[in-house]
């Protein structure tokens, strides 16, 4: 059974710092690895989602790396800002059908002023 | 495009009560999924739909029941709520089958049991 891990489960940085969350799953037979970002009180939007061929993806101020081999990936947010405040969420696909998702607990990100 | 939409935002229930949570999407996809995610923690699936007119269990389907009539609506039954149902209800949708396909997630329901 596949299952998805996040530490640290809360992150303080002060403004400017650079962000790095972590995610690590213990089957390494994935087909790709998602990241989302969910604000309080509110859905879940998709960052970036990173196949298994691939070892990074990259959207403006974010890059995801993946290692299947490790059972890792990583989410680089460059020059954190007060906005990039939320919790981080990876997820991976599993079962022989319908893409079900399998979610970490989440970071939850707090970028001080 | 709507993309996916829920109804209601919030829900107060009483123990014993019924209620079913509405999920609607626009993009015509045929995946349809529900999951829910307790404090501070991550989302566990409850059921999911491969299409119209099929559905399967998801990792917590305790206590809920699913239909999928069309390919744009999969409401969520609840019988007889119990306060270890208070969480936060999610539903999701996906384009194709196969696990490289994004999945795309409305914003939520919040419901309490007391």
């Known amino acids: 059974k596949q299952e998805v891990t996040q530490i640290p489960a809360a992150l303080s940085v002060p403004e400017g710092e650079n962000l790095v969350l972590n995610c690590s799953f213990t089957d390494s037979a994935i087909y790709n690895l998602q990241w989302f970002r969910q604000d309080p009180g509110k859905g879940l939007t998709s960052l970036l989602l990173?196949?298994?061929?691939?070892r990074e993806q990259t959207s403006g101020r974010l890059n995801a790396s993946l290692d299947k081999s490790s059972g890792r990936s990583t989410l680089y947010i460059a020059a954190s800002q007060p906005g990039d405040s939320a919790t981080y969420l990876c997820a991976v696909p599993g079962g022989a059908a319908g893409n079900k998702l399998t979610f970490g607990g989440g970071t939850r990100v707090l970028v001080k002023p | 495009n709507a993309g996916v939409t829920q109804t209601p935002k919030f829900r107060i229930l009483k123990i014993g009560q019924s209620m079913t949570l509405q999920c609607t999407q626009d993009?015509?996809?045929?995946?349809m999924y529900w999951y829910r995610q307790d404090p501070g923690m991550g989302l566990k699936l409850i059921y999911y739909s491969v299409g119209a007119g099929i559905t399967d269990k998801g990792e917590v389907p305790n206590g809920y029941n699913v239909s999928r009539s069309t390919t744009e609506d999969f409401p969520l039954r609840l019988e007889l709520a119990a306060p270890s149902q208070t969480s936060v209800y999610f539903c999701a949708s996906s384009s194709r089958a196969g696990p490289t396909y994004e999945q795309y997630f409305g914003p939520g329901t919040r419901l309490t049991v007391t």
């Open positions: 990173i196949q298994s061929s691939q």
């Open positions: 993009m015509n996809h045929n995946y």
